[in-house]
Structure formats: structure tokens, C-alpha cells
């Protein structure tokens, strides 16, 4: 069993940043590929970010290209999102989930094991 905690959301101006974390106990993180979601109000899930088990690749959906990077410190258990240049637009509740495999370019209709309960962030204009 794994428990996800994510931390970091909140409320921030257009234009502003916020770190996201999500912080892994139970099994061996650095066994689970890493993924953050989003659900923003009245729309359904979003695939944000993916970070392979190593840190060594990771992938973006186009929305948050250039402006979002996900890395995770295998040490300290935890995967982080780095939202810069944040848009009205990225108001959502974000989540974390860990999937033993990294679905490199496909991450609708995949099996993950585990899922935090969610940080929201929302974006004043």
C-alpha cells in the first residue's frame, strides 16, 4: 500500500507560481512512476505531468509545456510539480498518482495503483 499526500495548492494572481508536492509512505516510491492530474470544475480529468522512476524522463500535456516541471526526490519520497506563469485557466484540483509503469505518451484508460486526495489550486485574473 502506498499513501499520497499532495500539499502546496492555493490561490495566486495570474502570471504567479506555486510548487505542488505530493509526499509517498508505504511501499518504495522509487518503484512507482509518478503522474500529477488535474479536474478542473464541470470538466473531467486532466493528465498533467509523468516523471518515469528515476526522474530521468518525464512528459508534459501541451497545455502546461514551458511552464510546468515535475521532478521527485526518490530520498525524500516525494514528486514535486513547479507551476510558473499560471493562468486563470490551470484552476483545478490537482492530484498525484503512482503507477508501476510509465506510460510513456498514454496516460487515459491506464491502471494507477494509488491516488492522493487531491490540493486545489485556483488562478484570480
Known amino acids: 500500500q502506498v499513501q499520497l499526500v499532495e500539499s502546496g495548492g492555493g490561490l495566486v494572481q495570474a502570471g504567479g507560481s506555486l510548487r505542488l508536492s505530493c509526499a509517498a509512505s508505504?511501499?518504495?516510491?522509487?518503484?512507482?512512476?509518478m503522474y500529477w492530474f488535474r479536474r478542473a470544475p464541470g470538466k473531467e480529468r486532466e493528465f498533467v505531468a509523468a516523471?518515469?522512476?528515476?526522474?530521468?524522463?518525464?512528459d508534459y500535456a501541451d497545455s502546461v509545456k514551458g511552464r510546468f516541471t515535475i521532478s521527485r526526490d526518490n530520498a525524500k519520497n516525494t514528486v514535486y510539480l513547479q507551476m510558473n506563469s499560471l493562468k486563470p485557466e490551470d484552476t483545478a484540483v490537482y492530484f498525484c498518482?503512482?503507477?508501476?509503469?510509465?506510460?510513456?505518451?498514454?496516460?487515459?484508460?491506464?491502471?494507477?495503483?494509488?491516488w492522493g486526495q487531491g490540493t486545489q489550486v485556483t488562478v484570480s485574473s
Open positions: 498518482a503512482a503507477a508501476p509503469v510509465y506510460y510513456s505518451g498514454s496516460y487515459y484508460y491506464r491502471a494507477y495503483n494509488y
Open positions: 508505504g511501499r518504495t516510491f522509487s518503484n512507482y512512476a
Open positions: 516523471i518515469n522512476r528515476s526522474g530521468g524522463s518525464t
